[in-house]
């Protein structure tokens, strides 16, 4: 009986072949994550020490970056959930640029995990998904930081359901990108920087009533466009913006 059942088990990966995204090797059809047991372990949390602003690593300690004393950012304080490397790198690819959105789910697991280490992001009262440019948003056929904002309010509301109460908005028409900068990869930190000045604009007159808001974004590099929206937002009326993102990079 157990030989058939391999037979069957063989032949239904056959049928339908499933490997894990971080390192290609073959999982059974029916295992329920994309990544296999090996690549799970290889995502670590950010380790502190992290600058106190934009979430950098300090290896030499200290409370905040070079770059933060020197030019302070718009935002209260922005934390990445890892490192842009190895399984995590994968999913975040698979995620948006291989039409995977289902991805969104588990990847805002990692952001609840920080959310919940962090009480001042507990206190927004809203999460702000960094916008995409529309003809980019219609290629892709979705804005990932929107899924995900979606789906982070979504395990928030699971986890207040007994103290009865809300999770944050999901606050999706504050902002528009003017500008398609598709690619910032190549660019150096002065280069990003003048390549997102401008590129976002309000979608509104009114002033923002909210106190505190988060910022959601899938990569975040230089903390150039959660600065941005930050000033934008500032200058909107919200006091404090903070910035979330799956991983730096
Ligand atoms: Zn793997
Ligand atoms: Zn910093």
């Known amino acids: 009986m157990k030989t058939f059942k391999n037979y069957w088990q063989a032949g239904i990966n056959i049928l339908f072949p499933n490997q894990c995204l971080g390192c290609r090797t073959d999982i059974p059809y029916d295992h329920l994550s994309p990544l296999c047991a090996l690549c799970w372990e290889k995502i670590v949390p950010f380790a502190d020490p992290v600058c106190q602003k934009c979430g950098a690593p300090l290896p030499d300690g ?4 070079f770059s933060c004393k020197k030019n302070p950012p718009a935002f209260t304080k922005a934390l990445s959930a890892s490192i842009y490397a190895g399984p995590m790198k994968e999913l975040i690819r698979s995620f948006k640029y291989k039409g995977k959105d289902f991805l969104a789910c588990l990847l805002a697991g990692f952001l609840f995990k920080v959310w919940l280490r962090n009480e001042p992001f507990q206190d ?3 999460l702000v998904p960094v916008p995409l440019h529309s003809a980019q948003e219609r290629e892709r056929g979705y804005n990932q930081s929107r899924l995900l904002a979606l789906e982070l309010q979504k395990i928030i ?5 007994e103290s ?3 999770a944050p908005l999901v606050l999706n028409n504050l902002l528009i990108r003017k500008k398609n900068t598709s690619s910032q990869t190549l660019l150096s930190k002065a280069e990003r920087a003048q390549n997102v000045a401008g590129a976002f604009a309000l979608n509104q ?3 923002l009533e909210y106190r505190s808001v988060l910022l959601i974004d899938d990569v975040s590099t230089t903390g150039a466009t959660l ?4 000033q934008l937002l500032r200058g909107a009326g919200v006091q404090n913006v903070y910035g979330l993102s799956l991983a730096k990079d």
């Open 205 to 207: 007159t009114q002033k």
């Open 157 to 161: 509301q699971e986890y207040y359901l």
């Open 227 to 230: 600065n941005e929206c930050a």
């Open 62 to 65: 200290g409370r905040h970056c």
């Open 124 to 126: 927004c009262e809203g």
């Open 164 to 166: 009865g109460r809300t």
